[in-house]
């Protein structure tokens, strides 16, 4: 999937994708820098994704690449729901470029 998007004075070319095994470090660095300054974090969201994809527990993982950069990423897991229900997914961590957020 492409998207065309404004960032600062030029217009990106989005390409959304499935996460590849060699994205694993920029993805890293984009969850860092992602939740850096972030009032709600401990710091720990790249360790969790890190985690889910070690388990191989990543349902769906995608980027979200400007030409060789990869500026965003979501992945959705499985979660356990307390009566037992089954098919249910937990979304996060989102993580966006921090030039890119809405504020």
């Known amino acids: 999937m492409?998207?065309?998007?404004k960032k600062e004075s030029r217009t990106m070319s989005l390409e959304i994708r499935a996460e590849s095994?060699?994205?694993?470090?920029?993805?890293?660095?984009?969850?860092?820098?992602?939740?850096?300054?972030?009032?709600?974090?401990n710091g720990a969201e790249h360790f969790i994704v890190d985690a889910l994809r070690r388990a191989g527990q990543l349902s769906i993982s995608l980027v979200a690449q400007d030409e060789d950069e990869i500026v965003g990423h979501i992945a959705l897991s499985p979660v356990s729901i307390s009566d037992g229900a089954t098919g249910w997914y937990g979304l996060g961590p989102i993580s966006a470029a921090p030039g890119l957020r809405a504020t």
Not at 2 to 5: A, F, I, P, T, Y
Not at 26 to 39: R, S, W
């Open 21 to 41: 095994p060699a994205d694993a470090l920029a993805v890293e660095q984009l969850t860092i820098a992602a939740f850096e300054n972030a009032p709600h974090t």
């Open 2 to 5: 492409h998207l065309n998007m």
